[in-house]
């Protein structure tokens, strides 16, 4: 019988190898991206010091109230704003993406897209 892998255990390979290169530092910090079939989610974080310094979700009960009639897509945008206004607040202006193993391309791109409107630069 043929098995099947897990997608998301290819995914986790893929982003173990991403990683591997690529380190936030308190002057760039690393954007995260995780996402669900609903919902997604995304931090900067500083590796050097192991700490998240913004988190941003669709889970929030403030921004479920906001993105109660978008689309996945628009959500994605949406968090992406939110996560540069934040960003900006803490005084920071340039990113390492890090898609955490995902294509490039639908809700990962929207909310990368949302993030460089909102003023973040990577």
Do not use: W
Request: hydrophobic fraction near 35%.
């Amino acid at each position: 019988m043929i098995k099947k892998e897990n997608k998301n255990n290819l995914r986790v390979k893929r982003h173990i190898k991403i990683r591997h290169d690529l380190v936030g530092t308190t002057a760039r910090p690393r954007l995260c991206v995780y996402r669900t079939l609903k919902h997604i989610y995304a931090q900067i974080i500083d590796d050097s010091k192991q700490a998240t310094l913004v988190a941003c979700n669709t889970t929030q009960k403030d921004i479920q109230a906001k993105i109660k009639d978008m689309t996945n897509k628009e959500q994605a945008r949406f968090i992406g704003e939110e996560i540069a206004k934040l960003a900006k607040k803490k005084k920071i202006k340039t990113v390492v993406f890090d898609r955490g193993g995902y294509l490039y391309t639908g809700r990962v791109k929207e909310l990368a897209d949302g993030a460089r409107a909102g003023g973040l630069e990577f």
